[in-house]
């Protein structure tokens, strides 16, 4: 079993920053993939930034290349999001998200089995 945390939410304006940070704990060394997905109120629950454990390798949606970072400090057990220059439409839940199965990591939410409780960002315009 995995539990994960979030933290760093909050309320900025467009074009400010957020990071948010996702602590892992439990059997952590099971995991192939962790990952962060929002979902927004009508919305479904969408990928945004995805890091496999083993090598690093990362993928982002469209939406938020060259915008958004996701990195990992393996010593803590912490997943990161650094989100810059900020946009409305990235007002969310975010949500973290771990998978033991490597060939799922880049499917729809249904396929993670792990989750954190969500952390809001707000952008303002």
């Known amino acids: 079993q995995v539990q994960l945390v979030e933290s760093g939410g909050g309320s900025v304006q467009t074009g400010g920053s957020l990071k948010l940070s996702c602590s892992a704990y439990g059997y952590t060394s099971s995991l192939a993939c962790m990952g962060w997905f929002r979902q927004a109120p009508g919305k479904e629950r969408e990928q945004v930034a995805v890091l496999y454990t083993g090598g690093g390798k990362t993928y982002y949606a469209d939406s938020v290349k060259g915008r958004f970072t996701i990195s990992r400090d393996n010593a803590k057990n912490t997943l990161y999001l650094q989100m810059n220059s900020l946009k409305p439409e990235d007002t969310a839940m975010y949500y973290c998200?771990?998978?033991?199965?490597?060939?799922?990591?880049?499917?729809?939410?249904?396929?993670?089995?792990?989750w954190g409780q969500g952390t809001q960002v707000t952008v303002s315009s």
């Open positions: 998200a771990a998978s033991p199965i490597g060939r799922w990591c880049l499917l729809a939410a249904a396929h993670y089995n792990y």
